[in-house]
């Protein structure tokens, strides 16, 4: 919890043209965190590195999916089928060749590659109407696995075959090392991406299509590449899910998954990428807290459900009384719309 | 041809349920310009009524008639305490409330009911008619169309011949003009969002017991059918999410036939891509308003 604190120094809330100037080059935070994270492996049990790993996957995926939503306005109700093709991939890949990094370059290409296809669609499509196409991408993933069940084994889902790790370091270690070393990677790039032009025209798109075309963005390209780059995102995040669970199957991957990456950044801040963190913390800590909530009560029906309660009140609230995210919070809003 | 006239038969009556849920889409579409992507969560909260009051009673009919009441008033409760607060500058706004919605709807249902498959009974039996030796229809599809057709003409009328259809239409047409010329604006939203949940809750009430059963997520495919449909009609038109329904479930009913079950969900998305792409303002509805 505590690298949460550590990058949030980088982004205060300022203005924005303020903001430009102090901010830091990106490599700074990021080789903090990094340092962060190996100590964390070391002093934590292995149970806590394993949520910590966890925290590290979910923070690929929604720091993508921030640049998507958050930056360019595109709402993805699709990134959890996205995270299952690249983790079905890496499945494939390791049991057939078993070398783990071309196994996360194939689950990358892959995604990348489902990425061009719906966001060629997506670039054309507004609002509820992409909204609705990526809900039936989300919602596909089980029968394609059973309509392809001699590839993908139906609901049984594939094993994972995985090198133990080098020397004597423990799994949980290993695994931790690996998805935030994913994730520190994906949000330095990601950082040094959106700082440029293309961040730039991003949020001219997002603000006012009209007026970027007239200075000369071109809209579909922007849109296209948004949803590539995240699908990207999406793709290395469901590696590391397989890397972490060692099997995938369609449930692994369900349509609330889809549903809690968008939550995730809208309760974490739209379009900042430690807004991105604070929702992936969020999502490793919400379902703990509310598990252990549900094992006090004694009632195995809360389990699991309480999350989705407190996930959907948190997501409703946070929408109805700041639409920016947590950090533009004003309070009169509320009642300003009061018909 | 035996098979064909069959799936045909079969396919209508799916269209028809499909029809009815794009229909309660598309009302609130046309009322707040909202696509209401918690209108499957909330149609299973209305069957799961259904379903205590039916085990509670013994009587399907009282079971049916809660589902209906119980719609209602989730409309009104939903369009009152969280859907007339959304920030409309975006229209992301209105989907992310609603789906949030969607998670609160599934983990309430989930703490009280759990998270098993139930079987559902239906009021009719669900075996066909013979024509001629050719198995057609059952009790039950005719009891579907029956039901589905009386909320469209109970619809159509209401909107057509009544004072307060017309007044829902002007509200939803013009709401400033409206509320200058005395309609109570946001008392029409309500209604609105009063009758399209009433409609959910029935086609959920018709679809879930030929579906795998009820479960806190059993509309999730519904609704991406159910949305196909409203799609490929225009998300503007009534006639249109009708007419949408049917081809959804034409559509369905001849892929799960020759290709089999679980291919079917591929096709309502290759569909609904090949409408969104090809003709994005549906068949019944200009294309501009594929911008909104």
Request: positive net charge; glycine residues 10%; charged residues 10%.
């Amino acid at each position: 919890m505590t690298d949460v604190k550590e990058e949030k120094q980088t982004a205060p809330a300022v203005p924005e043209i303020v903001r430009k100037r102090k901010r830091i080059w990106p490599v700074v935070p990021i080789l903090i965190g990094a340092l962060l994270i190996v100590i964390l492996t070391y002093t934590l049990p292995p149970f806590r590195n394993y949520q910590l790993a966890t925290v590290g996957a979910y923070f690929t995926v929604t720091a993508g999916l921030t640049v998507l939503t958050g930056l360019n306005g595109q709402l993805s109700l699709g990134h959890g089928a996205l995270m299952a093709t690249g983790a079905y991939t890496f499945a494939l890949s390791q049991n057939k060749w078993l070398n783990a990094p071309v196994s996360f370059v194939a689950a990358i290409l892959v995604t990348t590659l489902a990425g061009v296809v719906i966001g060629l669609a997506a670039a054309r499509l507004r609002g509820p109407y992409l909204a609705g196409l990526t809900l039936a991408v989300a919602v596909v993933v089980p029968s394609v696995t059973s309509t392809f069940d001699e590839t993908f084994n139906s609901d049984m889902g594939l094993s994972v075959a995985l090198d133990p790790p080098p020397g004597t370091i423990p799994m949980e270690r290993w695994q931790a090392w690996l998805c935030w070393a994913g994730a520190l990677v994906t949000a330095l790039l990601l950082a040094t991406l959106v700082r440029g032009r293309f961040g730039r025209d991003l949020r001219a798109v997002r603000d006012d299509e009209t007026a970027a075309r007239l200075a000369g963005v071109n809209i579909a390209r922007t849109q296209v590449l948004a949803f590539v780059v995240s699908a990207a995102c999406a793709g290395l995040a469901g590696a590391l899910f397989a890397v972490l669970a060692q099997s995938v199957s369609p449930g692994a991957f369900p349509l609330t998954l889809s549903l809690f990456l968008v939550m995730a950044i809208v309760i974490g801040g739209l379009g900042r990428l430690v807004g991105a963190l604070l929702g992936a913390v969020l999502l490793v800590a919400l379902p703990t807290l509310a598990q252990q909530a549900g094992e006090r009560s004694g009632s195995q029906h809360l389990e699991g459900n309480l999350a989705l309660v407190v996930f959907g009140v948190v997501l409703v609230v946070v929408m109805l009384a700041a639409p920016g995210g947590l950090a533009s919070i004003r309070f009169t809003t509320i009642f300003r719309r009061n018909r | 041809m035996d098979r064909f006239l069959y799936l045909t038969f079969d396919g209508l009556s799916r269209g028809a349920v499909y029809a009815a849920f794009a229909l309660a889409l598309v009302l609130i579409w046309r009322a707040a310009r909202i696509v209401n992507f918690a209108q499957g969560a909330m149609a299973v909260a209305a069957v799961y009524v259904a379903y205590s009051v039916t085990n509670a009673t013994g009587s399907y009919w009282l079971g049916f008639v809660a589902a209906i009441v119980f719609g209602l008033l989730l409309g009104v409760v939903v369009e009152k305490t969280v859907m007339r607060f959304v920030d409309h500058s975006s229209p992301l706004n209105g989907v992310v409330v609603a789906l949030g919605l969607v998670l609160i709807v599934q983990g309430v249902l989930g703490i009280l009911y759990g998270n098993e498959y139930r079987p559902v009974e239906t009021p009719f039996r669900r075996d066909a008619f013979e024509v001629g030796g050719i198995a057609l229809l059952s009790r039950y599809d005719v009891f579907v169309f029956a039901a589905v057709g009386a909320v469209v003409v109970a619809l159509s009328l209401l909107f057509t011949r009544t004072a307060v259809g017309l007044r829902m239409r002007a509200a939803a047409f013009a709401p400033d003009v409206s509320r200058l010329l005395g309609v109570p604006v946001g008392g029409m939203l309500t209604l609105g969002w009063a009758l399209a949940a009433a409609v959910g809750s029935l086609a959920g009430m018709l679809v879930v017991p030929t579906e795998l059963g009820l479960h806190p997520t059993a509309m999730d495919v519904v609704f991406v059918s159910a949305f196909t449909a409203a799609v490929v009609g225009g998300l503007d038109s009534p006639i249109g999410a009708v007419t949408g329904g049917l081809i959804v479930g034409l559509l369905l009913s001849y892929v799960s036939g020759y290709l089999g079950a679980t291919v079917a969900p591929m096709a309502v998305l290759l569909l609904l891509v090949v409408v969104l792409l090809g003709k994005p303002g549906g068949l019944f509805s200009s294309s501009k308003a594929r911008l909104a």
